[in-house]
């Protein structure tokens, strides 16, 4: 049996994996660049858990948290040195005419709750906070939509991992042990062109998909296309498939004709992720991409990376957080540190699914 590490070298992730909420904000904010601000945002960051939980304790059972992450650029605006092993700019994808585009953000908060009153009141309070230091990049209010599909009509996140494989597949281990607890989260606004979609006979929307659209069972290897979207999304290398934590969510605004899904990866290393979305855009092998492009487009782009919880809370105002916990994550909430990073990948791709709250 492992000895147990002293108490000060415990990690404790955000809440990175949990169940799945029936309402979600996704909050896109952009640093005032010519703003010395630095100080007033490292303050609020120190204090997010305490603000979380003053809202939370309103209706504890309604299981509001708040994962945030910064991008590249304001990484090394508000934390310096060291940084995270992968962080960078999210990279952009041309493919024909499909374009993974690159968008502003600097920070990300990702609100859950089965409550969305909840999750407004949260989103509130944070935009409060940060009061002038910062502009909304992008906003959207997510919902579940009757049993887990997207607008789209299909299921959404059916092979999500779970317990400790989602830990794994998400939270950063002994790779990069600074940073051990942390994730990578790579997120993209897509809009649908829902009358060309429902134009399509279910027959074909279920092998562009790779799935029944009333059953969600998988398509036999003999009926999926090479061009199906759960075909292109499922990465294997050595054998193994690498899997990342998605949370995505339908939106719209029906009187404007806008339906989409928002899309939020979690990962333990960005390079599964971006492997995926590479095999989406432009086909593996090339040529082969995923017709729901054909339907689809994403108008946002971003990365960013989730430090522990564990680090937001040892931030000093004046300061850099004390990045001096050098341990992996608690066992109750860490990723396995067996698996090493991703390096190069033979890859393809497939959708992912939580355990969700009643």
């Known amino acids: 049996m492992d000895t147990p590490k002293p108490l000060n070298e415990v990690v404790l992730p955000q809440p990175v994996v949990g169940p799945l909420t029936r309402a979600a904000i996704f909050l896109v904010v952009c640093i005032h660049p010519e703003r010395d601000n630095t100080a007033t945002l490292r303050s609020f960051f120190a204090d997010l858990s305490g603000l979380v939980r003053a809202v939370e304790f309103r209706n504890v059972e309604a299981g509001l948290t708040c994962v945030v992450g910064f991008g590249s650029e304001a990484w090394d605006r508000l934390f310096g040195s060291p940084r995270p092993a992968e962080l960078h700019p999210f990279q952009e994808i041309h493919s024909g005419s499909r374009h993974a585009v690159s968008t502003p953000g600097d920070i990300l908060f990702h609100i859950r709750a089965k409550r969305p009153d909840l999750c407004f009141e949260l989103a509130t309070q944070i935009m409060d906070g940060l009061g002038e230091a910062v502009s909304v990049a992008d906003e959207v209010h997510g919902f579940r939509y009757f049993d887990d599909r997207d607008v789209l009509g299909f299921v959404d996140g059916t092979e999500n991992p779970r317990g400790d494989g989602a830990r794994e597949s998400a939270l950063v281990g002994d790779e990069d042990p600074a940073f051990a607890g942390g994730s990578y989260v790579i997120v993209q606004k897509y809009l649908h062109d829902m009358k060309g979609w429902n134009a399509l006979p279910v027959e074909t929307q279920e092998r562009i998909i790779g799935r029944k659209k009333l059953s969600d069972i998988e398509l036999s290897d003999a009926e999926k296309p090479a061009f199906a979207h759960n075909a292109l999304t499922t990465v ?40 995926m979305l590479q095999n989406m855009f432009v086909g593996n092998p090339p040529g082969t ?19 522990a919880a564990t680090f937001l809370d040892n931030i000093n105002t004046d300061g850099a957080a004390s990045t001096a916990i050098n341990t992996s994550p608690t066992s109750e909430t860490s990723a396995p540190t067996s698996p090493s990073p991703v390096r190069e990948t033979s890859l393809r791709i497939g959708s992912l699914k939580g355990e969700k709250d009643e």
């Open 236 to 275: 294997v290398e050595n054998g193994k498939q690498l899997q990342i934590l998605r949370d995505n969510m339908p939106f719209g605004r029906p009187g404007h004709g806008e339906f989409g899904t928002y899309f939020i990866g979690y990962s333990r290393t960005p390079r599964v992720t971006e492997t």
């Open 289 to 307: 991409y995923d017709r729901l492009l054909d339907f689809s487009r994403p108008v946002t782009g971003n990365l960013f990376f989730v430090p």
